[in-house]
């Protein structure tokens, strides 16, 4: 039976608005508080959002439930977040002012890694989870296997899912889109679609990976 895996993690929208409140409190004192406290403003809008707009839509696609809302937040993270919560960490430790302990911020500062980590965990599991859906039992044809596994899992067909869920939109990001090539915009949201299925592995396992897999099928595949 598989076992349902989380992580610990202890309200880090509570964090996030706590850290929120003590910069309000400080930003009088330079443009540089002032800046923070519009990011995290951004970031809690963001989680909000993918929480309560994205999350319901992705569960009604996978038919199962995603769990705690704070794991789904945390995939949407994403490594341009990290300079944020290192700066604030830095100001912090000679300022006094913030409640959050240094610990607390290095963990805000490394949530984009538990997002990768979910699209690592979510690109292993669809690389098994779709075979059902690639199965043919001619062992003349085995070796194509290779073939519809990489039609199903490249970023250029998961970033169709991306688009279809708007995973992308609400992804926690600062850095800019104007430079991104097609090719690394899709690399993201691939990547997110991963960590989705990321989730839905350490919750319902190859199982729950497999009676998604549909929605990865190609439209090549499905037009045949």
């Known amino acids: 039976m598989h076992r349902s895996l989380e992580w610990n993690l202890p309200g880090i929208e509570g964090r996030l608005a706590a850290l929120r409140d003590d910069l309000a409190r400080e930003q009088g004192r330079g443009a540089k508080l002032r800046r923070w406290t519009r990011n ?4 809690l809008a963001k989680a909000a959002g993918a929480s309560a707009e994205v999350r319901p839509a992705i569960e009604a696609d996978l038919g ?19 300079n944020l919560f290192d700066e604030i960490a830095e100001h ?5 002012w913030c409640s959050l302990a240094d610990a607390e911020l290095r963990e805000l ?10 699209a690592w965990i979510g690109d292993a599991a669809l690389k098994v989870g779709i075979l059902p859906a690639i199965w043919d039992p001619d062992v003349a044809r085995a070796g194509s296997l290779t073939e519809n596994r990489k039609a199903y899992d490249r970023n250029s067909n998961l970033a169709r ?3 279809r869920w708007n995973l ?5 990001h600062f850095d800019p ?3 991104r090539s097609k090719r690394k915009i899709d ?3 691939g990547t997110l679609v991963e960590s989705v299925f990321g989730i839905l592995f350490l919750r319902e396992g190859l199982r729950g990976v497999a009676s998604a897999a549909h929605l990865l099928e190609p439209p090549a595949v499905r037009n045949h």
């Open 168 to 172: 992308y939109e609400h992804r926690i």
């Open 187 to 189: 690399h993201v949201k």
């Open 161 to 163: 899912l991306c688009d």
């Open 64 to 82: 199962y439930s995603l769990g705690g809302r704070e794991q789904f937040i945390v995939a949407m993270f994403q490594s341009s977040t990290r």
């Open 92 to 96: 912090a430790r000679s300022g006094g």
């Open 109 to 118: 500062a490394g949530l984009h890694e538990a997002a990768g980590a979910l």
């Open 177 to 179: 889109d104007a430079s």
């Open 40 to 43: 995290i403003d951004t970031v």
